[in-house]
């Protein structure tokens, strides 16, 4: 624990950075249920599980994002080390995938690899709501595949985990992106579109004008800029017959999947690396900035990194956003947990108490108590808020014969067991 600091002798009390919180209390478990939930899905979708490090050499953001998008620009924490060595907290979690894909082996020993991820990620922009410095990200990538049954996949997994942690009134919307060479011709498109509009652009729209990063205009969120843009050319215009082929391949398949989702024709991403076939999640309870997850394909990043020419397709949700959408379902679950809460009166009972407490734990269940040997009310309102479901009160009377009493902490109900075989008795009811 850190000390305080004193300043002129006043004591002043340590604070959380800006931008960075503490996880705790119902927000906890609400990250263990979404953690848990991703975990069982993913698996089932035949992904498996990867932790990349935290800090990683900045020229792998600065290569994969680009180096004149807004995170490398302006968001990202990079830092000399001591070894002067330049260093980044990750931003995002798929570069440090890709780089693991290779750096492993795995383009050679899995051919296709399936991976999912879940951690802190970290950008220096502005604190808002679901919008912190220090945020966390469960993602899942598929490395090594090219076809757009694999996208459809990718998004089919997403919208499985949404259902199945609670989060309902959600909407898919959906683009296709094209090549980079069909990229590049839309972003001149859109470079002479904006130069007779560029006065009512926000200004960091100007500033994306002038770093010349056009296509990062469309992702913006001001309303006046979206008016501009939706005025101007669109990228389906400009696509190849190839293209649209793909792109109705991968409609064709959600579609068998049952996947509702809407064509948004000026749906880009921000990072540098998508092509083809890109996605995004929005919620209502999410207000202006309503993007809960996004991702897409990223052809062309395994090969930029000194890989083989490899497609890749994935997706990356913000989990700060998603227990936004999360609470109501949260709410509706039952208050109290089976677990127990064990009272006990005297020292005698006591010391009975702990024994038992020790071994419910040692036999794989929740149980706790209170250590201060406090009034027998004074504990029960501690059972109510430890959230346990049942009370185990042991007194001199029930010492005397060899017995507890079970109290049902939702319905108030209580009855009498025997100490004999009472291990064997409750873990019955959990």
């Known amino acids: 624990m850190c000390p305080p600091i004193c300043l002129k ?29 991703a975990r069982e899905v993913f698996r089932n979708f035949g992904f498996e599980e990867i932790k990349t490090p935290i800090l990683e050499k900045k020229e792998l953001f600065a290569r994969a994002l680009g180096s004149e998008t807004d995170v490398v620009q302006k968001e990202m924490y990079g830092f000399l080390d001591r070894s002067k060595v330049s260093v980044a907290l990750r931003p995002e979690g798929t570069a440090g995938v890709v780089r693991a894909y290779l750096e492993n082996n795995f383009d050679k020993t899995k051919g296709l690899a399936k991976f999912y991820y879940m951690g802190p ?8 709501a679901g919008r912190l410095r220090q945020f966390h990200q469960i993602g ?7 076809s757009p049954y694999a996208d459809a996949e990718t998004i089919h997994c997403l919208a499985v985990f949404l259902e199945r942690v609670g989060v309902g009134d959600y909407k898919i919307k959906l683009n296709n992106l094209g090549t980079f060479e069909e990229r590049d011709i839309y972003s001149k498109a859109i470079h002479q579109y904006l130069m007779d509009h560029h006065d009512l652009l926000c200004e960091d729209c100007k500033s994306r004008y002038r770093r010349k990063n056009f296509l990062r205009i469309l992702d913006c969120k001001n309303e006046v800029c979206r008016n501009v843009i939706r005025k101007g050319p669109v990228i389906s215009d400009i696509l190849t017959t190839k293209s649209r082929d793909y792109f109705t391949q991968v409609k064709m ?7 509702k989702y809407n064509e948004d024709p000026f749906l880009i991403r921000g990072l540098d690396y998508y092509t083809k ?11 202006a900035q309503d993007a809960v997850a996004a991702g897409g394909r990223y052809d062309g990043l395994i090969e930029s990194f000194g890989g083989p020419k490899a497609g890749a397709v994935g997706f990356a949700l913000g989990v700060e956003r998603l227990l936004m959408c999360m609470v109501g ?3 509706n679950t039952p208050l109290h947990e089976n677990s127990f809460f064990i009272v006990a009166l005297g020292e005698a009972a006591f010391r009975e108490a702990f024994k038992l407490l020790s ?15 406090k009034s027998m009310k004074s504990q029960m309102r501690s059972a109510d808020k430890s959230q346990s479901r049942y009370a185990i009160i042991l007194g001199e009377d029930e010492l005397k014969k060899k017995s507890v009493v079970l109290k049902d902490m939702r319905d108030g109900s209580q009855k009498e067991l025997s100490l004999d075989n009472l291990i064997t008795t409750l873990k019955v009811l959990v």
């Open 9 to 37: 002798g006043v004591i002043m009390p340590l604070q959380c950075l800006t931008g960075f919180h503490d996880i705790y209390g119902d927000k906890a478990r609400l990250f263990n249920k979404a953690e848990s939930t």
């Open 329 to 331: 379902a949260y709410c």
């Open 253 to 259: 398949a959600l579609d068998g999947a049952h996947i």
């Open 277 to 287: 076939t890109v996605f995004e999640v929005t919620h209502p309870k999410l207000g």
């Open 140 to 146: 899942a990538e598929q490395l090594g595949t090219d």
């Open 359 to 373: 071994e419910l734990r040692q036999k794989g269940v929740k149980a706790s108590m209170d250590f201060s040997t």
């Open 121 to 128: 990620m970290f950008r220096s922009e502005r604190p808002q």
